[in-house]
């Protein structure tokens, strides 16, 4: 459920770096807890992210969360596919559910985050 | 802190992996398979729900009609037996105590179904109301409730009871018998779909559930959480009280009208529901759809065109049948009229929606 190879943050969303650029997404915890996902609001292509502020927004049936960036950077990809049918992040939230990638601004920043055996101790799994 | 209570059925719950939470001080499920899915398959087909959270008062004593004809808005004194009924209880100024169901078991005694979250205000209003002579018993922690609802319940609950159901249309009961188990069985529910509601002692509520559950999930039915409980009501523009109705709204205002019997006797909150009928209406709950993007949530603010405050959403959802974001709200008139454009304050953003016909999703509602 925590793939190895992904960083995670406290506010639940993964981060896959590779040559400077994070993908984006929620954990599989989120979409579990959220439930049904039917409303993505995600930032434009070209936005600033900074790492720990709200970037978009994410509404399941029954509540609206805010989405956090995991690392700080410039958006140069949005899902699409994930915006028009966020049904994809509760069936495939580590795949084709991905939200956003991130050109990051500083790498190093990732070391912030948590590992996969990190991130399952802090929500209790 | 109150520790919150399990429903006798909370054990079922948690085996078929239902997400528990805590409502009304009960742990009940939110969702089981998901609230999407739940809900379409009760529109479709058939869904079993746990609401043994809700409270269930006994009044009975000798004048019990007449006093509970002053009690409540709408006629109980004229109920036939073997009949239920939907009504508010007001204040003396007309703002909604409760919302509740009545059902007359005998002449001179009625079950009345309260919200789980206003038992004791209830049970104390009900008992502060009513002249000494009358036992009023609130029997709500011993007593279970199971909903089976949707185009398929009729024969989900036949076949549990061996008994044809042909005869018993909406808004009546009978008492009845499931696997030895006696019950009270009911048409009625809370979907706008044709459903039963099985009220039965909380001790034998595990054998009924299994029964009706078993006969629920083979034709294809599942099990429903409060989750999908909510888009089915709000679809058909059901009030949920301490959402869309409260002690500060008047069942004019909501829309529940009909459920006033200006032209009864004397009842709490008579003097002032015909004050504001004469008035006539400053605000209405009124439905709405979203045009632009965004989910409306309880509590929202709405603007017009100008930015003026118009009111608040008081019920917002995705609506998985109409594949649409819909809510309810205080609308002041003349916002309410069909097809006004509002504005939904969606994180600080105005949404455009547009007011409409309710019930949102039309259904005939039960037999």
Known sequence: MYPEDLSYSETHEWAKVEGGVATVGLTDHAQSELGDIVYLELPELGAEVKAGAEFGVVESVKAASDLYAPLSGKVVEVNDAATREPALVNRDCYGDGWLVKIQLKDSSEVENLKTAAEYKEFIGE | ?367
């Not at chain 2, 089981?32 to 087909?45: F, P």
């Not at chain 2, 054998?207 to 679809?235: K, Q, S």
């Not at chain 2, 008081?314 to 709200?329: D, E």
Request: hydrophobic share 35%; aromatic share 8%; proline share 4%.
């Open chain 2, 1 to 367: 802190m109150n520790k919150a209570i399990k429903t006798p059925l909370y054990d079922k719950h948690v085996s078929l992996g239902g997400k528990m939470v805590e409502f009304a001080g009960f742990f009940m499920p939110v969702q089981y398979s998901g609230i999407i899915d739940e809900h379409l398959t009760v529109r479709e087909n058939a869904g079993i729900f746990d609401l043994s959270h809700m409270g269930e008062v006994y009044v009975s004593g000798k004048g019990a009609p007449a006093a509970l004809d002053k009690l409540v808005t709408n006629n109980v004194d004229k109920l036939k037996l073997g009949k239920a009924l939907y009504t508010p209880i007001c204040t003396p100024e007309g703002g909604i105590v409760d919302d509740i169901l009545v059902y007359r078991d005998a002449d001179e005694k009625y079950m009345l179904v309260v919200n789980a979250t206003n038992v004791q205000k209830d049970y104390a209003w009900i008992k502060g109301h009513l002249p000494k002579g009358l036992k009023v018993e609130d029997k709500s922690l011993e007593t279970a409730l199971i909903a089976v609802q949707g185009p398929q319940s009729e024969t989900v609950v036949s076949e549990a009871l061996s008994e044809d159901l042909g005869e018993l249309r909406y808004y009546e009961f009978r008492f009845s018998v499931l696997d030895g188990i006696p019950v009270r069985l009911s048409r009625t529910g809370y979907t706008g779909e044709d459903g039963f509601e099985v009220y039965v002692d909380g001790e034998r509520a595990g054998e009924v559930w299994d029964v009706l559950f078993e006969l629920t999930t083979a034709i294809g039915g599942v099990p429903v959480g409060l989750g999908a409980r909510d888009t089915l009501r709000l679809e058909m523009k059901y009030c949920l009280y301490g959402n869309d109705i409260d002690e500060h709204t008047t069942p004019l205002e909501a829309g529940i009208g009909w459920t006033v019997k200006l032209d009864k006797g004397d009842f709490i909150g008579k003097g002032a529901l015909v004050e504001q009928k004469g008035e006539g209406l400053k605000r209405r709950l009124s439905g709405f759809v979203m045009v632009d993007p965004g989910i409306p949530r309880h509590g929202y603010t709405i603007i017009n065109v100008d930015e003026k405050n118009i009111g608040r959403v008081t019920s917002g959802s995705y609506s998985p049948s109409l594949r649409a974001n819909i809510g309810l709200g205080y609308l002041d008139l003349p916002h309410d009229q069909v097809g006004t454009e509002i504005f939904v304050t969606v994180r600080d953003k105005p949404r455009l929606a547009r007011v409409v016909e309710t019930p949102f999703l039309k259904l005939i509602g039960g037999k």
